[in-house]
């Protein structure tokens, strides 16, 4: 199993630029979870889906913020313009199942930096 | 705001002895979650035990739960250098999928 593939892994942009994160959950899996990690406000979630569905975007910080699950294979998380307070990483991270009890399991992570 | 929040924020042992991190929590739960993260690392699960247990072992790991006091405990016994990371709690906030992370706690074991 090839796990949560995030892309990039790094990036860095200018300040205004948009800037488009990537992921594959785990084959079967039926959740999706976008999370946001900075040292002062620890791990976030941003938003997550069901079966490809958005559940909850209520950690979404803007209207910059924008992420789309168009199959079970693939999902973005997009912002624009970015800002350099946008500077984290983000975890994209999938679940079997749609209850609370199962094992989320994260990808690697895409450093962003914005200058 | 956080649901789960860990403590201490550091810890630094000598390898050999016994790590001991706490979570406190808000709301109730249906269950709990240790997960781990090693540095530049995506986090990764570690134990998960249900409001209706109290403690639950896995290898040198053991976890409690108080849920009169919304409070867990994450022991590790007989750490080893390869134990350093971050680990974190996790709730799932009154049952839903949605899992909420505290800011973790960072432990260094010296060799």
């Known amino acids: 199993d090839a796990g949560v593939i995030q892309s990039p892994r790094h990036e860095v942009t200018e300040m205004g630029q948009e800037v488009t994160l990537r992921c594959k959950p785990i084959?079967?899996?039926?959740?999706l979870f976008w999370y946001r990690q900075t040292m002062m406000r620890g791990l976030e979630l941003l938003i997550y889906?069901?079966?490809?569905?958005?559940?909850?975007d209520s950690g979404m910080p803007e209207d910059r913020f924008s992420a789309k699950m168009p199959n079970a294979s693939f999902s973005t998380l997009k912002i624009q313009p970015s800002e350099p307070r946008d500077s984290a990483v983000y975890f994209c991270?999938?679940?079997?199942?749609?209850?609370?009890?199962?094992?989320?399991?994260f990808g690697e992570g895409s450093w962003l930096t914005v200058v | 705001s956080q649901q789960g929040e860990e403590d201490p924020q550091a810890l630094s042992i000598q390898e050999g002895e016994n790590a001991t991190m706490n979570c406190s929590y808000k709301?109730?739960?249906?269950?709990l979650q240790w997960y781990r993260q090693n540095s530049g690392r995506g986090l990764v699960h570690l134990i998960l035990?249900?409001?209706?247990?109290r403690e639950k072992h896995s290898g040198r790991l053991r976890v409690t739960l108080d849920t009169s006091k919304k409070s867990s405990s994450l022991l590790i016994t007989a750490s080893r250098a390869a134990d350093t990371a971050s680990y974190f709690c996790?709730?799932?906030?009154?049952?839903?999928?949605?899992?909420?992370f505290g800011k973790g706690t960072k432990l260094t074991v010296n060799p």
């Open positions: 991270a999938s679940s079997l199942g749609t209850s609370s009890g199962n094992t989320i399991y």
């Open positions: 084959s079967g899996h039926n959740s």
């Open positions: 889906f069901n079966n490809n569905v958005p559940i909850d």
């Open positions: 709301t109730s739960i249906n269950n």
């Open positions: 035990i249900r409001s209706n247990e």
């Open positions: 996790a709730t799932d906030k009154g049952g839903s999928e949605k899992l909420v």
